[in-house]
């Protein structure tokens, strides 16, 4: 039977009190407080729109936030409406981390910005599309792709939003693969300090996952990323027919997917509640770390994970790659990269410091391919190189 902890009696108690009397401790961040690149009226706050709502609004109106419905979280070419994709797992990251927030008093808005547009720099076929697209960056250039950079980069550049300095560093830092058992916020100041810790991250991938969180909003996203998908890739797992949910035991935070949602969320409230940080206890800890553990070892690792894309995509998105860029350097205006991407990317009405095409050739390769949906890479792949020797096969609802 499963088991699903609750908060303290007397912590509950003590937050319906606070809430009752109005001196619910505030730890989160204040609106006022707020950092953008520029102050324009349309950024304004409002009593209907407030400030991070700003960002909410921009991220998912974004047009790659559509892009997360057919981009894979871990099973690639599979065809199971059951199997979780992108655009579910950035939901599951948002509510979960809202009701952490909730509880804790933080900033929602800010909590649900970070959340929505956390993952939207990811390429096609999850982490795995993220090595390779890594790869050939680095080959081509000595610099380094990270999906959680990269979302930055949509926000920030690609689209010039005006994103928030506190949302974007959010964003930067939620690398979930990296987890830790205190969160302590270190602040940023300014976009000069943040683009220079962006830049770092190209230049390393080291970098890329030390970032940490400089509001408790971002710190409690980062942590609820993990949750997220903890529980929820075992469910896929079950479904795809690769392990049962069954095979896997911790007696500290459960197996199944509810529970480990509940009992680690209660926790982290327990543990966070009226601190300057967001903490698991220690045998918490060690059981998330443990979980993730089971998770690679069975789910992530696994042949029947990777095995297919390393011989038909990795090959696939060399030749895309070599291809779109030979097509730059020409300046062949109707290959995709320019009718599908630069075309598409300048409807945007932002104003740009630069015209977008003439960003370098390999980082406009690597913003097209990233940006790329699982199905319209395979059917861009098929378009570009249509005698290929490389196609690739979706397991189907009856096979």
Not at 362 to 371: G, P
Request: net charge negative; proline share 4%; aromatic share 12%.
């Amino acid at each position: 039977m499963p088991k699903y902890k609750v908060l303290s009696d007397s912590l509950a108690k003590r937050i319906e009190e606070e809430q009752r009397c109005g001196t619910f401790e505030k730890t989160g961040f204040d609106n006022s407080n707020v950092i953008r690149r520029n102050q324009v009226p349309t950024d304004k706050p409002s009593i209907w729109r407030p400030t991070f709502v700003h960002d909410i609004d921009k991220i998912m109106h974004c047009p790659y936030y559509n892009r997360y419905t057919d981009k894979t979280q871990v099973f690639s070419l599979v065809k199971n409406d059951d199997i979780t994709r992108r655009s579910l797992h950035v939901q599951l990251v948002s509510r979960i981390s809202r009701t952490i927030g909730r509880a804790l008093n933080l900033n929602l808005d800010l909590i649900e910005a970070i959340a929505l547009g956390h993952d939207i720099g990811h390429p096609p076929f999850a982490h795995t599309g993220e090595w390779y697209l890594d790869e050939l960056y680095h080959k081509n250039t000595g610099r380094h792709f990270s999906h959680n950079i990269h979302s930055v980069r949509v926000l920030d550049k690609i689209f010039p939003y005006n994103i928030s300095l506190q949302t974007l560093n959010g964003i930067a830092s939620h690398n979930g693969e990296i987890e830790l058992e205190e969160y302590y916020p270190q602040p940023i100041t300014s976009f000069e300090e943040f683009d220079k810790i962006i830049e770092s991250c190209y230049e390393s991938k080291l970098n890329a996952n030390r970032l940490l969180p400089s509001t408790l909003e971002g710190a409690v996203v980062r942590i609820s990323d993990i949750i997220a998908y903890l529980g929820k890739d075992r469910q896929d797992a079950a479904r795809y027919g690769m392990v049962e949910e069954s095979a896997f035991v911790n007696e500290d935070i459960g197996s199944i997917n509810a529970e480990i949602i509940n009992n680690l969320v209660v926790n982290i409230i327990e543990n966070s509640y009226g601190k300057p940080y967001i903490k698991l206890d220690k045998r918490h800890f060690k059981a998330l770390q443990e979980s993730k553990r089971d998770n690679y070892c069975m789910i992530y690792e696994s042949a029947a994970t990777r095995a297919k894309l390393d011989v038909t995509a990795k090959p696939m998105m060399a030749e895309i790659y070599g291809q779109l860029l030979d097509d730059l350097r020409v300046e062949k205006k109707y290959s995709p990269i320019f009718t599908h991407h630069i075309d598409f990317v300048n409807k945007s009405y932002y104003k740009r410091e630069t015209p977008y095409e003439q960003t370098e050739p390999n980082q406009l390769v690597v913003d097209f391919i990233a940006s790329m949906t699982d199905d319209y890479f395979i059917d861009l792949h098929k378009y570009l190189f249509p005698g290929s020797e490389y196609t690739v096969e979706y397991k189907g609802y009856f096979d």
